[in-house]
């Protein structure tokens, strides 16, 4: 039987249209900027989120480290949540190669960090303090959309302070999909949450189904800038045509799809929310968390693994939709949890496997 994989959304394998893409796009050399699909998918996702100009990247990493280090110097300093991923998973990057430090913030539970935080972690110009230069949000943020109000006024406040802004907007659009306006298209709800932003980074991987790739989109000077910088981070690709191809054709047939991701993970969460022993935590976009009582959570993903669905955590669960699972696999999904909640005798909390997060 079939694996439903639910433990990101970067697990998808390309389409056999995909692949068909890859295999026909015309190739040149990007290191001397002439490879003609690098180019279209460039300047289609600057179009796109409203920037003048974009840069392909291998991943989304390499895009955040880029662009941090293209606003921000040695010694200067970027807000950031702390738990945000340019922040929490990425290696440190920004500081191990560029010498910035990052000033994280506590966030709440949407992944929002206070205004009055920022405010007050926005420091004088003053040879004690590094020399707070940008800051950064994250939209989607573990499956959370962020309010227009919220990205306007954290923005705003930046601005008045001088500061530069970058969204890691690996799943931009997702948040995108799930809130555009009635008669709105997804293009326009991006271009909407990019304009409160200096720079973004956008993935192709994730929901949009491509194997690798991402793009650092902001203004001219600003991704001149992240190019030589990509190239110092190894990143300078040459037939990276046949990649761009895949972020293009997702971009043509993927992004619309999206919503039936969407529709998923609640069908998903309406139908774990009904079993007793789990906790429905969150569930928005393409992300549902869910609380296992009693420290059970590593041995229901050991059963789950052992009936072919995959997903991950340790006390608290994460599954994630995507392009490779239909609602029959969600069904199935489910029904194997119940299963053994129904079968699996109950382990003292004290034999339960324990681990850091
Ligand atoms: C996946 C992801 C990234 C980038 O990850 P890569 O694996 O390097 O492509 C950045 N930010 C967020 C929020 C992500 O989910």
Redesign the pocket.
């Known amino acids: 039987m079939k694996t439903v994989d639910l433990r990101s959304d970067?697990v998808t394998q390309p389409t056999e249209a995909m692949r068909a893409a890859m295999m026909a796009a015309p190739l040149g050399d990007d290191v001397f900027g002439d490879d003609p699909t690098v180019n279209a998918l460039q300047e289609r996702i600057a179009a796109i989120t409203g920037k003048a100009a974009a840069l392909f990247m291998p991943?989304?990493?390499?895009?955040?480290l880029c662009g941090i280090l293209a606003h921000c110097g040695r010694g200067d300093e970027y807000i950031v949540g702390q738990l945000?991923?340019?922040y929490r998973?990425?290696g440190g990057g920004a500081a191990v190669f560029g010498s910035v430090q990052p000033q994280p913030l506590l966030q709440d539970a949407a992944g929002r960090m206070a205004l009055a935080d920022i405010g007050a972690a926005i420091k004088p110009d003053d040879p004690h303090f590094a020399r707070t230069r940008l800051l950064c949000l994250?939209n989607?943020?573990n499956g959370h959309v962020m309010p227009d109000h919220y990205l306007r006024d954290a923005t705003a406040l930046a601005r008045e302070h001088g500061l530069a802004t970058h969204l890691?907007g690996?799943?931009v659009f997702n948040a995108a999909v799930a809130s555009a306006a009635t008669g709105q298209g997804v293009h326009a709800r991006v271009r909407e949450i990019a304009d409160h932003f200096d720079s973004l980074?956008v993935?192709f991987?994730?929901g949009l189904g491509a194997p690798v790739g991402?793009a650092l989109c902001g203004s001219q000077e600003l991704i001149r800038s992240a190019r030589r910088i990509r190239k110092m981070a190894g990143g300078g690709l040459r037939q990276a045509g046949l990649l761009a191809a895949c972020a293009l054709h997702a971009l043509d047939h993927h992004v619309d799809r999206l919503a039936d991701d969407h529709v998923n993970a609640r069908r998903l969460a309406e139908g774990l929310s009904g079993i007793e022993g789990l906790t429905v935590k969150s569930a928005q976009t393409n992300i549902v968390f869910v609380d296992v009582a009693e420290g059970r959570g590593p041995t229901l993903l050991d059963f789950l693994k052992a009936h072919g669905v995959l997903a991950t955590g340790l006390i608290g669960l994460r599954f994630v939709t995507h392009l490779d699972v239909d609602a029959a696999g969600i069904d199935r999904a489910i029904d194997t949890v119940r299963r053994f909640f129904a079968e699996a005798p109950a382990v003292p909390a004290s034999a339960a496997r324990t681990g850091p997060y």
Request: proline fraction near 0%; charge should be negative.
């Open positions: 970067t991943s989304g990493t390499q895009s955040n945000a991923h340019t998973y990425e994250e989607t943020w890691d690996a799943r980074s993935c991987s994730k991402s």
